[in-house]
């Protein structure tokens, strides 16, 4: 503030060389980038002159790289890069390389956006990353009368000069390698990184070195333009570039178009189940690559497809490493999702045989989807198989068999449920897989279909009553309490089929987890045994067991009338443990106990009577 007390606006100061370890550190990938920076400027110059006048529209365009290797006399190689495109005047040096982020471009971009890769006006400064200067000679379709000459350096002073020299209407850029530049200006290293990022640029691109003149980088059409080609021509194209950049087999090949970003392109479904959700995307902005590892081009659950597309309209970062997340792009990718969905539902629908062959492959992402899209839904969850005690069938069968669904909700569950639902031929879905109660529920509300959960504590009241003197009945269910009260305190017994199950462990699952703690209690240290408690005593009063006895079995009814104490309490132990294992349940160490016990018992009593007989006989 000065005496007189008025404000004086001020500038921020840059410092161009903190600039450019910013740039180089942070936010591009490498110092290679410079090689697409100064493709992309040439490209942009190039479509800049074909949109100047209707005169300049029918130009060929020519991109030329040539690079002059290090020798006995020259002790640092050298790059030129030279284009024909609309050059720049005086006034254009000034505006757009002395003022980082300003663009050549800017003004025509409201224009004719789509024909301009670059906007950021810094790309020119990535070649500071490998050179000590930068030299550009141009003449300008706007000023033919002169050829100027920018040589700019890294502390942030430039100078102009107009040079006596014959030139065409364009630009040539001049750059000498720096020490720890030197890598990047080689044959192997230029031909790698020119093909990487322009091999689908539309204007041609060659490559001058002492061991091959007029290389062409990008003579390959690339294949959001093989429209021409027959399917035969366009299938095989296209596996053999998918196989080049995703290592296929893969499953089936589609194309890809959409209206919001104009993107165009390839998707390849994999043809093997992955567990990778990263999803892999070779994407292209105006034919020039910005990456192949993009994440946000399809939606989350389309991991299992791969593509190679390109983008007219899509805005990149500013590293032009990845695409920048706006409204277009979300658009964008909703449409692309919209087509792989109707791909799929043509598949299932007119190709069921191919559609059980990919469900086979990507049910994960399939159930995914389901729950993601409402259409998706009704129309494939019928075509799903899920897990019945009857077999695994389609929610389509089930449905048009059943009428409504019946499911349980986890593993456990449903082996309780099994064998008495099959032996009264009713069916029920196991929906203990992931995704799978939330589809059925999901599907039941969209379809209007009557659907019915079960639980464990709902499976004894399906049981029917026995019809055993209820004195009787009452006197031996309290001696079995009194006898299992360590082991399993509810006991019941029913009358159920099949006959040939003597009892079921029923209960919820958090009994299954409480069983499960318990069990790694017992080998845990100190601390981690007072967090098992902390964790389990809270929820113990809430869980539910019981044994139940099946009254149809004869060894539950010879028991039902024995007086032996301990031949009964033997038995029981037996029988419970038995039942744990039916129900899949974890096992302590009491119960292994009781299990080797039992089964060292059986066979000491077998062979005794054996040698009894043999003795007699």
């Known amino acids: 503030m000065t005496d007189s007390g008025k404000k004086i606006e001020q500038r921020f100061l840059v410092n161009l060389s903190g600039i450019i370890d910013i740039l180089s550190k942070h936010l591009y990938s490498g110092p290679h980038v410079f090689i697409r920076e100064l493709l992309q400027n040439s490209t942009d110059a190039i479509s800049a ?14 991109i030329s790289v040539t690079l002059i290797p290090k020798n006995s006399i020259q002790t ?20 757009f390389l002395a003022v980082i982020g300003e663009s050549s471009k800017k003004e025509l971009l409201d224009k004719q956006q789509h024909d301009y890769i670059g906007r950021f006006g810094i790309g ?6 490998v050179s000590n200067t930068i030299c550009l000679q141009t003449r300008s379709i706007k000023q033919k009368d002169k050829v100027l000459q920018w040589t700019g350096s890294p502390d942030g002073t430039y100078k102009v000069v107009e040079i006596d020299q014959q030139m065409e209407v364009g630009t040539r850029v001049l750059l000498t390698a720096k020490t720890e530049g030197e890598d990047y200006f080689t044959h192997s290293s230029l031909i790698h990184w020119m093909q990487y990022y322009a091999s689908y640029l539309p204007y041609p691109i060659t490559l001058n070195t002492p061991s091959k003149t007029n290389f062409r980088i990008n003579a390959t059409k690339p294949p959001w333009l093989w429209e021409s080609l027959s399917n035969t021509e366009f299938l095989d194209r296209a596996i053999l570039i998918g196989e080049k950049y995703f290592r296929g087999p893969f499953f089936d090949t589609i194309t890809l178009e959409t209206k919001a970003g104009k993107v165009k ?7 093997h189940a992955t567990t990778e959700h990263q999803q892999q995307h070779l994407i292209h902005l105006k034919g020039m690559r910005l990456t192949k590892s993009a994440q946000n081009i399809l939606p989350d659950w389309a991991f299992f497809v791969r593509t190679i597309i390109n983008a007219d309209d899509l805005r990149p970062t500013a590293s032009r490493e990845a695409l920048y997340e706006d409204a277009t792009l979300l658009e964008a990718k909703q449409e692309l999702g919209e087509q792989l969905i109707n791909y799929l539902v043509n598949m299932a629908e007119n190709a069921p045989d191919k559609f059980e062959h990919f469900v086979s492959c990507h049910q994960m992402a399939l159930k995914s989807l389901v729950l993601d899209n409402h259409y998706f839904c009704l129309k494939i969850t019928p075509l799903l198989k899920f897990e019945t005690n009857l077999g695994s069938m389609t929610l389509g069968n089930y449905i048009e068999k059943y009428e409504h669904i019946t499911y349980v909700e986890n593993v456990d569950s449903f082996r309780q449920f099994a ?19 939330e589809i059925l529920n999901l599907y039941a509300h969209l379809s209007k279909t009557h659907i019915e959960v079960l639980d464990p504590q709902s499976l004894v009241g399906q ?38 199950v003597p009892a079921l462990y029923i209960s919820c699952e958090k009994q299954y987890f409480i069983k499960s703690a318990k069990i790694n209690q017992v080998e845990s240290d100190e601390l981690w045994s007072d967090i098992i408690d902390t964790v389990t005593k809270p929820i113990e009063s809430y869980v539910f067991s ?16 024995c007086n032996d104490l301990p031949q009964l309490q033997q038995c029981l132990k037996i029988i419970y443990v038995q039942s744990l294992l039916m129900g899949h349940f974890p096992l302590n160490k009491n119960e292994m106990d009781i299990l080797n016990t039992g089964l060292i018992s059986m066979m000491t009593t077998s062979l005794n009577f054996q040698s009894n007989n043999k003795t007699q006989h």
Do not use: W
């Not at 640092?76 to 505006?95: A, K, R, W």
């Not at 064998?419 to 109660?437: F, H």
């Open 49 to 62: 002159r074909h949109n100047y006048s209707d005169s300049e529209s029918e130009l060929v365009g020519n």
């Open 76 to 95: 640092q190689s050298q790059l030129i890069i030279e284009d024909n495109g609309t050059g720049l005047t005086e006034l254009e040096i000034h505006q």
């Open 419 to 437: 064998q008495i639902s099959s032996a009264k031929q009713e069916c029920l879905i196991n929906g203990g897989y992931a995704y799978c109660t």
């Open 463 to 500: 049981l029917s009553d026995t019809d055993i003197n209820p004195a009787l009945l009452t006197e031996f269910i309290n001696k079995a309490n009194t006898l299992m009260s360590d082991f399993c305190p509810n006991i019941s017994v029913k009358q159920f089929e099949p006959e040939q």
């Open 124 to 129: 020119l400064l990535a070649c500071f990353m």
């Open 546 to 561: 019981e044994l139940c006895l099946n009254a149809n079995h004869k060894l539950i009814t010879s028991l039902i009338h």
């Open 265 to 271: 392109g390839l998707g390849y479904i994999i043809s």
